[in-house]
């Protein structure tokens, strides 16, 4: 589904061409832009929340995590060539080494890359990288050059990846939809590295961070050792030649910055801790996608042990014993989820989706409108087209399998059965 703001973005868009070239705020140089700068504001506000729930939601075992990313975020934005955008910085839960920025200053960083880095000035290259695609438009300016505002922006699927447990157990992309994420190019990335580490410098951070940055990149990528890393060089590839501009780049910076070792330490000092517990999970996910559904349960199990918090363990959980048909156990551990966060569409999800196999509607019916509140998905519509039926309210059932049709796929084709099927009853 593609939401209201970005429908009028390609419609505006279509119609027009007025906007034409725009001031690069960073360069001062013109370039293609099909979109406003209040469009841009509108999209990034939009879009924030449903990426953020797409990708695994906030962090919360260590909330003061959140507070010290953020500080140092907030200190680089106010360097950069557009200190009024309404930056906010986010620390996600997700195994997946990434950051990401959306238009108007709206920046995520996956604790997967906050475990790979080592200080404070490393942290402000990636989130100082970021803050320069969000100030210099590198939005407005991809998706303008991939003529994307007439056939729908460049798409990135959720992080996570999508499994085979059956009917309760459907992750990634199809829960979520789509993220809406522009690509950015060569030039886009030399740009934001060129332009982050003079913010740095001006924040009072050794830019040396930035090189130190890519060169642990360049390392990573090589062979066996990039693991789970394809989503990051995917979207910032790494190279050499990053590695040998920032050198010169650095070159150019004054000397001395900040490095903040020992605070950045203490900052991720719960995640490395933890660390154990998210390898446990990382391998029940792998067992899973195995279908090795035994072992899954086993590994999960020691993750919860091991970091009782974590909302997530227990939903792993859930997914596996619903896998197994054990819907009470699954919702038990959903329920877990639900309490431990409940700020997570997929936990109530899950819940509500188990809720209707054991025939509760009245309990299924809350918890996927509940889920609906913080992110719109296929399956919550399906399901709650499921309940209403169930319950004899074919008008309900059949406005909830329609939406669900809409999105296509599997789940789409279920919902268009279900619509021929009470056509067929009236």
């Given at each position: 589904?593609?939401s209201?703001?970005?429908?009028?973005?390609?419609?505006?868009?279509?119609v027009?061409?007025?906007?034409?070239?725009?001031?690069?705020?960073?360069?001062?140089?013109?370039e293609?832009?099909?979109?406003s700068?209040?469009?841009?504001?509108?999209?990034?506000?939009?879009?924030?929340?449903?990426?953020?729930?797409?990708?695994?939601?906030?962090?919360?075992?260590?909330?003061?995590?959140?507070?010290y990313?953020?500080?140092?975020?907030?200190?680089?934005?106010?360097?950069?060539?557009?200190p009024?955008?309404?930056y906010e910085?986010?620390?996600?839960?997700?195994s997946?080494?990434?950051?990401?920025?959306?238009?108007g200053g709206?920046i995520?960083?996956?604790?997967?890359?906050?475990?790979?880095?080592?200080d404070?000035?490393?942290?402000?290259?990636?989130?100082a990288?970021?803050?320069?695609?969000?100030?210099?438009?590198?939005?407005?300016?991809?998706?303008?050059?991939?003529?994307?505002l007439?056939?729908?922006?460049?798409?990135?699927?959720?992080?996570?990846k999508?499994?085979?447990?059956?009917?309760?157990?459907?992750?990634?992309?199809?829960?979520?939809?789509?993220?809406?994420?522009?690509?950015?190019?060569?030039?886009?990335?030399?740009?934001?590295?060129?332009?982050?580490?003079?913010?740095?410098?001006?924040?009072?951070?050794?830019?040396?961070?930035?090189?130190?940055?890519?060169?642990?990149?360049?390392?990573?990528?090589?062979?066996?050792?990039?693991g789970?890393?394809?989503?990051?060089?995917?979207?910032?590839?790494?190279?050499?030649?990053?590695?040998?501009?920032?050198?010169?780049?650095?070159?150019?910076?004054p000397?001395?910055?900040?490095?903040?070792?020992?605070?950045?330490?203490?900052?991720?000092?719960?995640?490395?801790?933890?660390?154990?517990?998210?390898?446990?999970?990382?391998?029940?996910?792998?067992?899973?996608?195995?279908?090795?559904?035994?072992?899954?349960?086993?590994?999960?199990?020691?993750?919860?042990?091991?970091q009782?918090?974590?909302?997530?363990?227990?939903?792993?959980?859930?997914?596996?014993?619903?896998?197994?048909?054990?819907?009470?156990?699954?919702?038990r551990?959903?329920?877990r989820?639900?309490?431990?966060?409940?700020?997570?569409?997929?936990?109530?999800?899950k819940?509500?989706?188990?809720?209707?196999?054991?025939?509760?509607?009245?309990?299924?019916?809350?918890?996927?409108?509940?889920?609906?509140?913080?992110?719109?998905?296929?399956?919550?519509?399906?399901?709650?087209?499921?309940?209403?039926?169930?319950?004899?309210?074919?008008?309900?059932?059949?406005?909830?399998?329609q939406?669900?049709?809409?999105?296509?796929?599997?789940?789409?084709?279920?919902?268009?059965?279900?619509?021929?099927?009470?056509?067929?009853?009236?």
């Amino acid at each position: 589904m593609i939401s209201r703001t970005l429908k009028i973005t390609a419609a505006a868009a279509a119609v027009s061409l007025l906007a034409g070239c725009a001031v690069n705020p960073v360069t001062g140089k013109k370039e293609l832009s099909l979109m406003s700068q209040g469009q841009e504001l509108s999209l990034g506000e939009e879009q924030y929340p449903v990426n953020q729930q797409q990708q695994g939601g906030k962090y919360i075992v260590d909330p003061s995590l959140q507070d010290y990313v953020s500080r140092v975020g907030q200190k680089l934005a106010r360097e950069s060539d557009q200190p009024q955008l309404p930056y906010e910085f986010a620390v996600l839960n997700n195994s997946t080494p990434n950051a990401w920025a959306l238009p108007g200053g709206k920046i995520a960083v996956n604790r997967g890359l906050l475990t790979i880095l080592e200080d404070e000035s490393e942290l402000a290259a990636v989130l100082a990288h970021e803050i320069v695609h969000a100030a210099a438009r590198h939005s407005a300016a991809a998706m303008s050059q991939q003529q994307v505002l007439g056939a729908g922006l460049a798409v990135l699927g959720a992080t996570t990846k999508n499994t085979d447990y059956g009917d309760l157990v459907a992750l990634g992309g199809q829960l979520g939809g789509s993220a809406y994420i522009a690509r950015y190019g060569r030039d886009n990335e030399l740009e934001s590295d060129e332009y982050g580490m003079q913010y740095m410098a001006a924040a009072g951070y050794d830019p040396q961070g930035a090189v130190r940055l890519q060169e642990k990149f360049v390392e990573l990528s090589k062979g066996r050792q990039s693991g789970g890393l394809q989503a990051l060089f995917a979207s910032h590839p790494p190279s050499q030649a990053r590695v040998d501009a920032n050198i010169e780049h650095a070159r150019k910076l004054p000397k001395g910055g900040a490095t903040n070792r020992a605070a950045y330490q203490r900052a991720i000092a719960q995640l490395k801790r933890d660390a154990d517990a998210y390898k446990s999970y990382d391998e029940a996910m792998a067992a899973a996608g195995d279908k090795q559904y035994d072992r899954a349960l086993t590994l999960v199990r020691r993750a919860q042990k091991q970091q009782p918090k974590e909302a997530t363990f227990y939903a792993l959980e859930g997914d596996l014993l619903a896998q197994k048909k054990q819907y009470q156990g699954a919702h038990r551990a959903y329920d877990r989820a639900v309490q431990k966060n409940p700020e997570l569409f997929s936990h109530w999800l899950k819940r509500g989706m188990t809720s209707a196999q054991l025939e509760n509607y009245t309990a299924a019916e809350r918890d996927l409108n509940r889920s609906l509140g913080y992110l719109e998905t296929p399956y919550a519509h399906y399901y709650l087209g499921q309940v209403y039926e169930q319950q004899g309210n074919v008008r309900n059932a059949y406005s909830h399998y329609q939406t669900a049709a809409r999105a296509g796929g599997e789940i789409g084709s279920r919902a268009q059965a279900r619509m021929q099927a009470l056509d067929g009853q009236g």
